[in-house]
């Protein structure tokens, strides 16, 4: 017998018909299936409630399972849903009458159970997983916590660390790490089978476990504050982790029914933040940026089934080690035998280093080591499919590469070069095949950083741009689409605000307080600390090269010059704007970098002033607002969102911002703009210059959201 949810169920029934039944002998097979990955909507929740029921009437039925159909089990709650009115039934009801049945039922978790999907298998009576099937609470990457019983079941099922570890990290486990922790009780490549025959077994014994019912475990004494304070230290600022503990610790002296209820209303609270709107805009922005409007549909990607890189130094290095670790072969091409040992060495030493991390296994580092060919001989590439070139940034270099590359590389090859700076269309005039040459700039380290900002130059085909996404796809990147201008999106309003950071030292200011006023905002790192983490001598040698051109007009600040000319280039000198002690990457201010501050100000006959952290915060912010807003007005990025997620992946924006063009609308355009244009009225400084955009915006009342989805429709 199979049935679906019938159209006269009492509750507005929905639309399809996601959640299916069937008997399988005396047990019912309950799957759920709602593509792309079974999330809990209205209609789900409808469907499973008339699956119970349809358990509870059959009387030939002893048990039950609980399935999904395709690669999910359940991805969780339809985020899709989140801050409108609660279409009845709720989650919480539905895993209520699970739990509540008067015959077992058994969750066959076949693929991902992630937040209301793992709250789900919580109301089942027994757990079996498929043994590639992840579970975790994702929530609070979404500013939330687990809504639907999780933060008050798992401590009871599992125990507090398991639930506060998966709750406040958000990162899912594999099958056999819930195995061990005991959130499922079986792994099993045949998860529909062993569940079919543990709810007759259940049945069977006539008892079965319900979670909430059980006690709550204890907990080590300090265990809770422990656990405040390493949140604190990792989250920089974001509520939703902690919210999770208040809520596991909360229901830990409550009755179940009240836990529950502390929980939804912890779950209210940070859904109602502003941080889960900067969360929510993040989760769907990475997802749009992979979305390009305007390519011919019938454009497909070309087929990469080998990839070459230039250049073995750091950047190439890890570009090759990405699409190791994706399972494509790639060739490394070097000038010299040394520095091709050198290159590869590196790689080995970084997989080996993850391997004595437990990251990965031995075999898995020879794995990846033989899908990495090295060879100085550049007619090798004459069988690959896809080039990027990592080789020294310099036009001229990048042009003699192009050049023999255009006249070795097969047709159809794409062409791609990872300048973060220099202009793609140049580069790509070189060749006989403009349309195949491709930006693929890479963030360092290249196989750590998650963001590819693609560059589409005035002839790239679309076919060439949809095969730079998709490799990003399969490296495990975020990938942005972008057009030419010198730095880009990222670096280049990255440039203007460490431009004003080093004009506020001059004005005022010391490193610490600016980077400090930074971190505490939730930068990974303050323009200083980061500025030495790169090295300060290679902006020194481009500053060097631009002083001839340099216009008289634009201010400059000589600060970091004499910083490296003290011999501090950075971390890797063991100092730069700041100090840092040994084995430490921790910032520590430094007496003569605070000396040579204040003479250079006394040089140039500036009276310092004091600068208050919102001054500081807004003038940085501001500057990437009104550079951002240029940015779109040029057509460089295609959407705010594309600003926001390139900043998040690349530069550790904090997603609970939602990324600066979110930030910009959530904190309002006008009061920006008046600060904007107050800041040009005073120093006449070409980054202040307000953007046109940014002023016919305020004009009509708009965001930039609002100003893009008109566009798009
Ligand atoms: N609700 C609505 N849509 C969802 C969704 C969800 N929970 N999860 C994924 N989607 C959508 C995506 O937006 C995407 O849509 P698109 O194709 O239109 O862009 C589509 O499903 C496919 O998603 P991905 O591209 O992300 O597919 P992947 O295979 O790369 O990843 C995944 C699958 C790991 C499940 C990933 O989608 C994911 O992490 N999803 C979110 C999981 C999550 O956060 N769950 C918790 C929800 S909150 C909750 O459950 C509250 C509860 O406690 C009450």
């Not at 809504?147 to 660390?161: F, K, N, S, W």
């Not at 590389?409 to 220099?422: D, E, H, I, R």
Request: hydrophobic content about 45%.
């Amino acid at each position: 017998m199979t049935q679906n949810v019938s159209a006269q169920d009492a509750r507005t029934a929905p639309d399809s018909n996601p959640v299916s039944w069937q008997t399988q002998d005396d047990v019912l097979l309950i799957t759920i299936n709602n593509p792309p990955v079974n999330a809990l909507g209205h209609a789900v929740r409808v469907g499973l409630i008339a699956a119970i029921d349809a358990l509870e009437a059959d009387g030939s039925v002893v048990g039950a399972v609980l399935t999904g159909g395709g690669r999910a089990f359940v991805a969780g709650a339809d985020i899709t849903e989140f801050g409108k009115p609660i279409a009845e039934p709720g989650l919480n009801e539905v895993i209520d009458r699970i739990e509540g049945a008067s015959k077992p039922v058994v969750a066959a978790v076949n693929g991902f159970a992630l937040g209301g999907g793992l709250e789900l298998t919580l109301g089942c009576h027994a757990r079996i997983a498929h043994p590639k099937a992840r579970v975790g609470f994702p929530e609070v990457h979404l500013g939330v916590i687990p809504g639907a019983g999780g933060t008050q079941r798992m401590p009871r099922l599992a125990g507090v660390e398991i639930a506060v570890e998966l709750s406040t990290t958000g990162k899912p486990v594999s099958a056999a790490r819930a195995l061990s922790a005991g959130i499922v009780e079986a792994v099993d490549e045949d998860c529909v089978a062993a569940a079919v025959a543990r709810a007759r077994e259940l049945a069977a014994a006539g008892e079965w476990t319900r979670v909430g019912e059980l006690p709550s475990p204890n907990v080590p004494e300090g265990y809770f504050e422990a656990a405040e304070a390493a949140i604190v230290a990792r989250s920089r600022g974001q509520i939703s982790p902690l919210l999770s503990l208040e809520a596991v610790q909360g229901g830990l002296t409550l009755p179940f029914a009240e836990g529950l209820k502390l929980e939804r209303d912890i779950f209210m609270r940070g859904l109602t933040s502003d941080q889960s709107k900067g969360l929510i805009h993040a989760f769907f922005g990475e997802r749009e940026v992979a979305k390009i409007p305007g390519l011919d549909p019938a454009a497909k990607p070309r087929d990469v089934a080998r990839a070459a890189v230039i250049g073995a130094g750091t950047m190439g290095g890890g570009i090759a080690m990405c699409f190791a670790n994706a399972g494509i072969p790639v060739t490394v091409v070097e000038q010299t035998e040394e520095a091709l040992e050198r290159g590869l060495g590196l790689c080995r030493k970084n997989y080996e280093n993850s391997a004595k991390k437990g990251r990965m296994t031995e075999a898995q580092v020879e794995e990846r080591m033989a899908l990495l060919t090295g060879t100085t001989d550049m007619q090798t590439l004459a069988e690959v499919d896809l080039v990027i070139e990592a080789v020294f940034e310099n036009m001229g270099v990048k042009k003699d590469m192009f050049t023999r590359l255009d006249s070795i590389c097969k047709p159809g090859c794409v062409l791609a070069t990872n300048t973060s700076t220099l202009d793609i269309d140049e580069i790509a005039s070189v060749t006989e095949r403009p349309q195949d040459v491709v930006g693929m700039h890479f963030f360092s380290p290249a196989n750590v950083m998650r963001l590819l900002e693609n560059v589409r130059g005035a002839e790239t085909a679309d076919d060439v741009i949809l095969t730079a996404m998709a490799t990003g796809k399969r490296l495990g990147k975020v990938s942005v689409l972008v057009g030419v201008c010198d730095g880009f999106v990222g670096n280049r309003i990255l440039h203007q605000y460490l431009r004003w950071a080093s004009i506020l030292l001059e004005d005022g200011c010391m490193p610490e307080q600016i980077d400090r006023v930074w971190t505490e905002f939730g930068m990974p790192m303050g323009p200083f600390a980061m500025s030495d983490l790169a090295g300060l001598d290679v902006g020194y040698r481009i500053r060097q090269e631009q002083a001839a051109t340099r216009s008289g007009n634009e201010r400059y600040v000589e600060i970091g010059d004499r910083v490296v000319e003290m011999g501090r280039l950075g971390q890797k000198t063991g100092g730069g704007y700041f100090d840092y002690i040994e084995g430490s990457r921790k910032p520590v201010p430094n007496a003569e970098v605070t000396a040579l501050v204040l003479a250079e100000s006394a040089r140039k006959g500036i009276e310092r002033r004091d600068f208050s952290d919102e001054e500081i915060l807004n003038a940085l912010t501001d500057l990437m607002t009104n550079e951002g807003a240029k940015i779109l007005e040029e057509g460089i990025a295609m959407r705010p969102v594309d600003i926001d997620i390139t900043y998040i992946f690349g530069y550790g924006y904090p997603a609970f911002r939602g990324g600066p063009m979110f930030r910009a609308d959530a904190e309002g355009l006008a009061a920006s703009l008046e600060r904007i244009e107050a800041a040009y009225a005073r120093t006449g400084d070409h980054a202040w210059k307000p953007s046109a955009l940014l002023k016919q915006l305020v004009a009509e009342g708009q965001t930039f959201e609002q100003w893009s989805k008109a566009r798009a429709a």
